[in-house]
């Protein structure tokens, strides 16, 4: 964003009203889906139905070059510093590096803890061998390894063990959760890279409350029902974790970055160790293509640049990604929070306020059910926005069906329909993008994942932002403390807030509503 020249050169191009009608495009190019299409081993991305042309990628292309994008892959890579807030370089990479000295730890640690589960060697504090895992964690250290367990548990494994989540303190889930588990053979592990991430610890204390009360529960060295996977291992020993039972991962891991770390264990238990590998190869592999592949074939690169023509250029402010796969069916929730926590920022890399919009509002769910739910409004409705169609090449008759419905809404999408004197018409026009996965296995789930993580370094890198931290998100859990504190101490009139919200608490808390009669 910092070259003016470029800047205004793609504002031009996006207020010609040529570059907005698809139709016209098609037929000035109808080679657009040869010269907009790009692969990589697991991959097929088709831009062909977006609102570009040539010219306005190669102004991409040189926008990506005066924001030094090869540069800055290179520094990614090269563990020197890319997050200008906490002064530190971002491991992520490191770990799925075979050649680097993390990978092997990382993996170290996490089979020999997989062995000694599976081999029976760690029982729970019931004396009993462990048959499942409940995974404490929320946002980076819940979305991820949910995702990949959900896409990955199709795939039969020697070690697979049932793996269940616990994210949002609500005790109507957790009373579901102690319903549906065997607790007795049950490890439950505390997944927090900070391990002060409030929800996550009371909904450990809880669990452990309930354990407390349950006939034979007894923590002993070498049986154990909980455990730890945390970048703060001083905070899990604090509670009585012992060493054998914490997996650690580096500082340098981003939350919404680490499910290649210790948090992605859950992985392992559910579709064993070949399958974490390979998604590790997966997303390794992905790494070479992004370092190594000229920005014009280059996915993560051209996701990106194309997002930041719609966000800045065209002004559209949200994204949708629709997976077309139940397996899929996390991803949504996956990228939302790595692409608004990650770059919904007001402030650049040196601490100067931008004037330029950054993060779109993400958005999402199982495609063949959005389509029965919002997808009226993208037909009929007089907004465009960008939509990633994801599908997932199977063979099988269901899931053929299934891209088949995708290809459709794509291709309606962009040539509507004219009904004279009809309410049946639309207008067509609508541009996105299909992403093919060329089939379901770790490898190309880890190639997938990569690419939307450099995805969304490439954007911060062209916004000049650190994707790599959140202040943001403090305001709101600080408040929420307070407001506790406050309740539990009657002093909630001492709290400098809104009238519409002293009120909202006095009517969700019993005590205050019977106090104050406002
Ligand atoms: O509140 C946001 C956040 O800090 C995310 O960045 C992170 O993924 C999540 O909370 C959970 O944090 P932790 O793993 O430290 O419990």
């Known amino acids: 964003m910092r070259d003016p020249s470029i800047n205004r050169l793609l504002t031009e191009a996006a207020a010609s009203p040529h570059i907005r009608n698809l139709h016209k495009l098609w037929s000035d190019n109808p080679e657009r889906h040869r010269q907009f299409t790009l692969e990589t081993q697991s991959l097929y991305l088709d831009l062909s139905k977006n609102w570009i042309d040539r010219d306005v990628i190669s102004l991409l292309h040189q926008l990506a070059d005066s924001c030094r994008l090869q540069q800055a892959i ?65 946002g980076g250290s819940y979305l991820g390894p949910r995702l990949v367990v959900e896409a990955l548990t199709e795939l039969q494994s020697e070690s697979r063990i049932p793996v269940y989540f616990a994210a949002s303190v609500d005790d109507s889930l957790i009373n579901q959760l102690f319903q549906t588990i065997d607790i007795e053979h049950c490890l439950f592990c505390i997944s927090s890279k900070s391990f002060g991430t409030v929800e996550t610890l009371m909904n450990a204390r809880a669990i ?41 991962f580096d500082d340098s891991i981003g939350g919404r970055f680490s499910l290649w770390s210790a948090i992605g264990f859950p992985i392992v238990m559910a579709a064993g160790k070949q399958a974490f590998t390979d998604l590790l190869a997966g997303a390794h592999q992905m790494d070479q293509h992004y370092r190594q592949t000229p920005v014009d074939k ?21 994204y949708g990604c629709l997976p077309y796969d139940a397996r899929l069916r996390c991803l949504p929730q996956w990228l939302q929070q790595l692409m608004m926590e990650s770059t919904g920022k007001m402030h650049n890399n040196s601490g100067g306020v931008i004037d330029y919009p950054t993060s779109p509002w993400v958005f ?5 059910l959005s389509q029965h739910a919002f997808f009226q409004a993208f037909h009929q409705g007089l907004d465009a926005l960008p939509l990633d ?19 459709a809404q794509g291709a309606a999408l962009m040539k509507g329909q004219k009904e004279d004197n009809s309410m049946a018409g639309c207008p067509g026009n609508k541009p996105s993008t299909t992403l093919l996965m060329k089939r379901m296995d770790a490898k190309a789930m880890g190639e997938l994942l990569a690419m939307y993580e450099h995805m969304i370094y490439t954007q911060s890198v062209i916004w000049d932002i650190n994707c790599f931290d959140q202040p943001g998100v403090e305001l709101g859990k ?13 002093s909630l009139n001492q709290l400098d807030l809104d009238p519409s919200t002293l009120s ?8 205050t509503k019977e106090s104050n009669h406002d």
């Open 478 to 490: 600080t408040l929420a403390r307070d407001i506790q504190d406050y309740v539990s101490n009657d």
């Open 298 to 318: 280059n996915l993560p690169a051209m996701m990106a640049l194309l997002a930041i023509w719609y966000r800045n250029y065209m002004e559209l402010s949200a």
């Open 504 to 511: 909202l608490i006095n009517q969700v808390n019993p005590t």
């Open 74 to 138: 290179t520094k990614l890579f090269n563990g020197e510093v890319v997050n200008s807030t906490e002064q530190s370089a971002a491991g992520h990479t490191t770990l799925r590096d075979p050649n680097h000295r993390n990978y092997q730890n990382n993996l170290k640690a996490m089979f020999s803890l997989t062995d000694r589960i599976t081999d029976g060697d760690i029982k729970t504090a019931f004396g009993k061998p462990v048959k499942q895992w409940v995974n404490i964690g929320i």
């Open 389 to 407: 169609f994801i599908g997932v090449i199977d063979g099988s008759p269901n899931q053929q069906f299934l891209l088949y419905n995708m290809l």
């Open 364 to 368: 999402g769910d199982h495609g063949q």
């Open 208 to 248: 452990e409350q309930k354990l407390k009360t349950l006939p034979g529960y007894e923590p002993q060295p070498g049986q154990s029902s909980l455990m730890a996977i945390t970048a703060n291992t001083e905070k899990a020993r604090q509670i009585g974790i012992s060493d054998d039972m914490i997996l650690a």
